[in-house]
Nanobody, 123 residues
Framework: QVQLVESGGGLVQAGGSLRLSCAAS????????MGWFRQAPGKEREFVAS???????TYADSVKGRFTISRDNVKVTVYLQMNSLKPEDTAVYYC?????????????????WGQGTQVTVSS
């Protein structure tokens, strides 16, 4: 059974940092592009970052220079290091996987989703 499990969310003050993790079940995920989306209250889900199987990455303009996506293909885990957090980063963050073996980070069309982890940034 395909499963993505996020962890690492929480409450942080503006300017602080958090690191999200997403553990994937199944070795096949080690070759899939993976990424993160987020959804704030009353807003649509939006793309945050993605990473291809080789490590190349793509970021939304709103997080460039502040967030870093990385992956460990042995642990089949993807990470999102979030620095200089702002109140507008408050959202539920979802891990996602695009089932294109050895695909690049863009375009990124997920077919698998995690259940989400809440990130709250206080001002």
């Amino acid at each position: 059974q395909v499963q993505l499990v996020e962890s690492g969310g929480g409450l942080v003050q503006a300017g602080g940092s958090l690191r999200l993790s997403c553990a994937a079940s199944g070795r096949t995920f080690s070759s899939y592009p993976m990424g993160w989306f987020r959804q704030a209250p009353g807003k649509e889900r939006e793309f945050v970052a993605s990473i291809g199987w080789s490590g190349a990455n793509t970021y939304a303009d709103s997080v460039k220079g502040r967030f870093t996506i990385s992956r460990d293909n042995v642990k089949v885990t993807v990470y999102l290091q979030m620095n200089s957090l702002k109140p507008e980063d408050t959202a539920v963050y979802y891990c996602a996987a695009d089932p294109r073996r050895y695909g690049n980070s863009w375009p990124f069309n997920p077919a698998y989703w995690g259940q989400g982890t809440q990130v709250t940034v206080s001002s």
